[in-house]
């Protein structure tokens, strides 16, 4: 059976997935399962894994037959590897106290990868891993992946939008660096409320699949918060719900009547949010033109919500990412955004 831990877990002395040589301990940030031979199996986006050693060294193994990752030593990127079975190792590094990071770039609707661990070299000594006080969620769609945020142009391949998207510089992940906090993202490209992207995947949203560890993988699901108790969380639904014309064969008879059942949805789900997560403070971010909705949402939850919840309008993104999204000269805009919104937020991290 396998046995599933939700993020901000140490793994201290599993089992070695790869050789006798235990891995070191490692902090896990993102939603991740651990298996039975210690190995951590993810599929959300902006994964991450970090240890800390003494030592000149580390080797880093991870199989996915799809993703790309960036490896970081002591905040400075190393390179990117991936897709495959893949064993890479820094070493000559300067003796002394060192922090590995593996982040994962790429978004996988289905599959995804598994973490084998950090695995030391000769003379390395683990140093236990340690989280940060503090914790944010994102929850959204291909903005808050980053979704081919790192093209040179608009116009992509399928191919070239995942290659192109690198969600470490998505917004989300930009902010929690400059804050020092860890993350979660919670996100899925074409995904809304109540209705995806041009009516598609219909029967799934947001919502029902927001307990999936997996996003490809109706099971298994999520059966408790677990340590992951953020302080924050900030949602960004909406533009795949509106942005398109709605089809004769969709169960809403007019754009009003979507609205209508949109705003119910986003409560709803908000409030499940507020019951699991009753220590964190909402942000519910959204542009032109369904912003009013979003403060019409924030309005309901505010008639009993034990905190105020806070709205945020953004727009004027230049969107010359793939397929008219955020470039990464936008995702610093919104980070820089968010940042001031958040600022506003008193007593956040009390």
């Known amino acids: 059976m396998r046995k599933v831990r939700l993020i901000l877990l140490l793994l201290i002395g599993a089992a070695a997935p790869l050789a006798a040589q235990a891995p070191l301990p490692v ?20 994964v991450y894994f970090e240890s800390r050693f003494r030592g000149t060294g580390v080797t880093v193994a991870v199989e996915s037959p799809t993703e790309y990752f960036r490896l970081s030593i002591d905040g400075e990127r190393r390179m990117v590897i991936g897709p495959g079975n893949t064993r890479r190792t820094i070493d000559g590094l300067a003796p002394g106290e060192h922090i590995a990071r593996l982040d994962k770039l790429t978004e996988s609707q289905q599959g995804g990868g598994r973490f084998l661990g950090f695995l030391p070299i000769a003379g390395d000594a683990p140093l236990p ?23 040179p142009g608009r116009t992509c391949t399928r191919q070239q939008v995942h290659d192109y998207t690198d969600t470490s510089r998505a917004f989300g992940p930009l902010l929690a660096a ?61 533009g795949n719900d509106f942005s398109t014309p709605l089809h004769a064969d969709e169960p809403w008879r007019d754009r009003e009547a979507l609205r209508a059942d949109w705003r119910t949805h986003y409560v709803a789900f908000a409030r499940m949010l507020m019951t699991r997560q009753p220590q964190a403070r909402f942000l519910l971010m959204g542009h032109d033109p ?30 010359t990412g793939c397929d008219y999204h955020p470039s990464l000269a936008d995702h610093r805009a919104l980070a820089d955004l968010v940042g001031g919104a958040v600022g506003r937020i008193e007593g956040l991290w009390e």
């Open 27 to 46: 902090h896990v940030g993102g939603r991740a399962i651990q298996e039975t031979d210690g190995a951590w199996r993810f599929g959300w986006p902006g």
């Open 129 to 151: 891993a340690s989280a940060r006080a503090r914790r944010i969620e994102y929850i959204g769609d291909s903005y808050t992946v980053g979704y081919g945020n790192a093209s």
């Open 178 to 238: 400059r804050l020092n906090a860890d993350y979660q993202v919670n996100a899925y490209s074409g995904i809304g409320i109540v209705r995806n992207y041009d009516g598609g995947a219909r029967g799934q949203s947001m919502p029902t699949i927001y307990d999936r560890l997996v996003p490809g993988d109706a099971a298994p699901l999520e059966a408790d918060v677990g340590d992951w108790r953020p302080q924050l969380i900030v949602i960004s639904l909406g």
């Open 290 to 319: 369904f912003f009013a909705d979003v403060e019409l949402v924030a309005a309901e939850l505010n008639r009993n919500a034990a905190r105020p919840v806070v709205t945020l309008h953004y727009g004027g993104l230049q969107n």
